[in-house]
C-alpha cells in the first residue's frame, strides 16, 4: 500500500486516495478493472493540479500508486486469461 502524505491539500488529494482504497482493499474482484481505471484517473488528475506547487513526496506517493495499479490491473488480466 502507498504511505500516507501530508493531507494539508485536503479534498483534492483524498478522492485519489479514496479511489486507490477502494481498489486496493476492496473485496469485489468483478469491478477491479472499472476501479483501476477511476483510481488512475483521479490519480492524474491530482498529478496535474500539483505539478507548480506541491512537494516531492505527493509526487512519489501518485507514482507509487500508479504502479501498484498497473500491477493489479496486469494480475487481473493474466486471470482472465488462465481462466
Given at each position: 500500500m502507498v504511505p500516507s502524505t501530508n493531507r494539508s491539500s485536503g479534498n483534492a488529494s483524498s478522492k485519489w486516495r479514496q479511489l486507490y482504497d477502494c481498489v486496493?482493499?476492496?473485496?469485489?474482484?468483478a469491478k477491479l478493472p472499472e476501479?483501476?481505471?477511476e483510481a488512475r484517473s483521479a490519480i492524474?488528475?491530482?498529478?496535474e493540479e500539483i505539478l507548480?506547487?506541491?512537494s516531492v513526496d505527493e509526487h512519489r506517493t501518485l507514482n507509487r500508486?500508479?504502479?501498484v495499479l498497473r500491477l493489479l490491473e496486469e494480475?487481473?488480466?493474466?486471470e482472465k486469461t488462465a481462466a
Open positions: 486496493v482493499l476492496g473485496p469485489d474482484r476501479r483501476i481505471a492524474f488528475d491530482r498529478a507548480t506547487h506541491s500508486a500508479l504502479r494480475a487481473v488480466a493474466r
